[in-house]
């Protein structure tokens, strides 16, 4: 190496202008001396005329942070190293930057320059990520090191395929109807095709079928007019349909709406027209329809359960998304994605390591996307360590990992359902009290209200049937199935 290049300014800005850290300089008054190009991408649209016109004492007065470094630099005379939360007036979005103030001398004793170091903590949290998988030569991860540009992660080339579609039929106004087990997207996607449509300005109305009692479901969908029906608000209401107007309907978990008022719905989508209870009077109305299942509603359909005239008008394009066992390439992205979102939301820095990772691809997820965003949650919210390994995590946190409450609470179902369980066996059962902190009377009520639905499901295939067995209502039923992703 050349003594002499090593003595040349631009070589030294050459390496502060392409490091991925925020640098900066400050004088003793908190003018800014120096910025990076990194540092100036920390916060949006910021150019470097920007810090170089201002100065610490100037951004506190205009309400960017309350407490910087700078100020606790000058009353120790030392270095100080800080986790700031920075509010960015412009673009209203919060930062979590981890920053270093360290500072040089006169030689009388005052302060000449201070050096800083800024990161923010998605950045930090990435890098300490990709340092541990590297560590275990887990470089077939590479995808740590790129921070998510979309709150949609789609890695497989089977759910890429798909964003694909749904782009281009979403800027027509044909009707879509996504199928997919519970917890896989749905919405996610609805609200994707809702945002690439011609009627994106236009309002996104989301209504799932099965949480609004079955005989709710009627008035909010089409409102009323005032006295329409006893209890009826004496003002009359606006359905959802019309709230939809110019933008876009979704109806979640369509399948559980009633025969009766898929007719009424198929009839608002022919004649273009809503026509609240209680008026004589039909609305035009202008939306797109999106619609979502997680049972496939061509058998509903043949089976007399949904009206085939209706199931062909709200599936001119038909998405059918896989459950993530099926799409592993997710997984990981999705784990990081949600890791950085969750340690950003309670502060926290957690990193995965490999082999909860591996256990993590091997699982089934049966609720999907939502039980492995639920999964990474929990970690982060109840893990004292850094490094997530599995023999921190209780067993329970993957739902398929606790068999003696499992077991147990499976044999109380098989009792009330089956009664293939005699008395004797049902009085042995020992049941498994335990001082995980995640064990308590509600948690194992839970497991056996959980095992009770899916045997019921497992025994008698439609939520219709099981809604009738255990004397629940069907939207009650699509509720627990949903708590319990099953
Ligand atoms: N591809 C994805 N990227 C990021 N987050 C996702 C993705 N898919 C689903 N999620 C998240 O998983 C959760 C469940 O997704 P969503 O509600 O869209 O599923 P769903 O299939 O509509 O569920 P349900 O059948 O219960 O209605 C949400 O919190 C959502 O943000």
Redesign the pocket.
Known sequence: MNVGALMDNNFYLEILEHTNIGIFVLDGNGNYLYVNDHYCGLLANKTREFYMNSSIPKLKEQGYFKNGVWEQVLRKNAPVVALLTITDKDSNQIHQLFVSGAPTFNNDGSIKYIFFIVESMENLNQRVQAGILNTHNCTDFSLVTKAPTT????ESPM?KELLVLLANVSKTDASILIV?P???????LAEYAHRNSLRSKGPFISV?CASIPETLLESELLGYEKGAFTGASTQGKMGLIESANGGTLFL??INSMPLGLQGKLLRVLETRTVKRLGSLNAKPIDFRLLC?S?ENLETLARNGNFRSDLYYRISVVPIHIPPLRERKE?IVP?AF?YLQYFCKKYTRMKVLSEELINTMLSYDWPGN??EL?NFIERIVVTSSDTDLQVETIPKSFLQGTIPDTDLQVETVAKFFLQGTVGKNELEQIRLPFSHEDTFSHRFYMEQCEKQLIQHALSQFKTPAKVAEILKLDLSNVYRKM?KYNL
């Open positions: 709150d949609i992660i789609a759910m997919g519970t917890g896989s997207g749905k919405e996610v799932d979640d978990e979502a997680n997710d999705l994605f996307v939502r965003k949903r």
